[in-house]
């Protein structure tokens, strides 16, 4: 009995975990690969943006058919027809997406490394310096977004104003302009995330050995030069990690836009995990809004796949 | 020469004090902007060349928002109401003590036991870290909507009551039940705690549950409490999965923000929507003030992997 017991305790211990895990990411990624594959009659028809996926027999449909039909693979074969509605709008939110991550991440993470290397010194008034960096982290994102909206006002903004200072005539209201909407997200999760990244090039900075300092200052390598020569190839490890959160994040945190952006009509600022939500919420497009699912756990997955190779070759 | 190379390196100084200054400053322009104008009056409102103090320093804002949105719970027919702060309180402390007990004791079991397929099984839990939870809200929706028609916990045929879970602080809490970074931090916490402590409690004839709190926990509760932290941050600034799962009577704060700026007699009041912002932001704001240290700390634990 004891034998048995303590076989099984284990087990047990680890069941709620297990149990939570498979509920809540085990068993919705396999669900929303079937559901993908499935057409409802939308609820509310009123509510949905027409669309123009041709599925057979579908359209006459009568409405009180609302069970699922199986389409098999039709969102997805639309997906990358482009003279589909459902093509088109995965066409403008997968650009937008790639776009959003490859300004941002890189971005913020320089930005976080210039932070570290800038308050990782043993100055009077530098925890304030530290505070102020890091702080947006705490920061709810739709506080900080509520924020930046003042800051993207035309006339009076702070934005606005601090751009007319340095000889800017463009657009002014940021958040409602269809080609500096998305930017505008961009530059909100720059300022919230670039603190967050700084903590981690603080800690690998603290971890760098004297000596190649000493040598480089031998050298007669100027404080630029050690920067860039020395300790930003040193801290590659804390690069590669800070990355691969940085484009999770960026991919997951859309708060910003639920309260900048909601109100551009022809989404020219979407982003993936934002068209998730207003096409399964606000259009009722069940099947579209689980394809895309799909398709945003299939790239998490190739990247952190991908970053997982990449560190255990450098762990070598 | 050396005086040369010694104002050189004290103009370089000089430099990284100003660079550092002018950053500092640049990302405090959000937080101290929305506190001056959270303190206007919300008649008082900006103009060009006004977007700082006001006319007067009040708190009118602050009391027109706490009157226009119920953010704090009020006292009424003997019973307290419902509100954005105890909501946000409710499903945070749900999830934190949860946690607390799911995390402790499965990374107890993967750094104390061996036992069939334990390798499978932790990275089975580490599947949460590739596909994050926040993508899956639209099946995870699905699953809190059905949660009790389905036969989820416990067969129909042996028990069968039917409940909702939808705008509940059960609802937004439960899919961080489990926790892949906790049970990791956990486990790896555990792992450092000496065999000699372990192999003593053994002797002293401790059973498991005795070996866990009296020689695991203690030396643990660094990353405990730094779990702890970066969990209670990260639920009480998240807006889009209870957006998704509550409509009304569980709204936590984020959720009141929003829908007090969508507000349609607030429009441009921006003195009346910072205080609201302010007041959702502060506590947690507050407590990084007060323990910068341990709050910087506990974040960069939250990228491990």
Known sequence: ?316 | MLAEQHKRIHYGQWMTNVATIVLAALWLVPIVWALVVSLRSPDDSLGPDDVWFGETITTESYEKAVDLAPFFPEWKDGHLTRSYYSNTIQFVVLTLVVQLITVTLAGFAFAHYDFFAKKLFFYFILLQMMIPTAILLVPNFVTIREFSTADFLIPKFIYYHEFNLYDTPWAVAMPYFGSAFGTFLMRQAFLEVPDELVDAGRIDGCRWYQLLWHVYLPPSRPSLVAFGLVSVSFHWNELLWPLVVTSDKARPLTMGLLRFTQLSDIGAQWSLVMAATIIIALPLLGAFLIFQRQFIRSFLHSGVK
Request: net charge neutral.
């Open chain 1, 1 to 316: 009995m004891t034998q048995l017991s303590r076989r099984f305790l284990p087990i047990l211990l680890i069941l709620p975990t297990l149990y939570f895990v498979f509920m809540f990411t085990v068993r919705p990624t396999y669900k929303v690969l079937n559901d993908s594959q499935e057409y409802y009659y939308p609820s509310r028809p009123d509510r949905v943006r027409p669309t123009d996926l041709q599925l057979p027999g579908i359209e006459e449909a009568p409405r009180s058919l609302r069970g699922p039909h199986d389409v098999g693979w039709a969102y997805y074969r639309a997906l990358f027809d482009p003279d589909t509605r459902e093509g088109e709008t995965f066409r403008q939110v997968m650009s937008n997406t790639t776009q959003y991550v490859l300004i941002t991440v890189p971005i913020s993470i320089l930005l976080a490394f210039v932070f570290a290397v800038l308050i990782n010194r043993p100055l009077r008034g530098i925890g304030l310096a530290r505070m102020a960096f890091f702080y947006p982290t705490m920061l709810p994102l739709v506080s900080a977004a509520t924020i930046w909206i003042f800051f993207f006002t035309p006339e009076y903004g702070i934005w606005n104003t601090a751009l007319r200072f340095f000889g800017y005539h463009g657009a002014e209201n940021w958040v409602i302009n269809p080609n500096l909407a998305l930017y505008s997200l961009m530059i909100v999760a720059i300022w919230k995330n670039a603190g967050y990244f700084m903590i981690f090039y603080l800690a690998g900075l603290q971890n760098l050995p004297d000596d190649v300092f000493e040598a480089a200052d031998l050298d007669g390598a100027n404080w630029v030069q050690k920067m860039v020569y020395v300790t930003f190839p040193l801290l590659r490890r804390t690069t590669l990690f800070v990355s691969v959160i940085a484009i999770l994040s960026a991919f997951q945190n859309i708060d910003h836009a639920l309260v900048m952006t909601y109100e551009l009509a022809t989404g020219e600022a979407d982003l993936l995990l934002y068209e998730v939500y207003q096409q399964r919420f606000e259009f009722r497009n069940y099947g579209f809004a689980n394809t895309l699912t799909v398709i945003m756990i299939l790239i998490l997955l190739t990247l952190t796949f991908t970053n997982f190779v990449l560190s255990e070759r450098r762990g070598e």
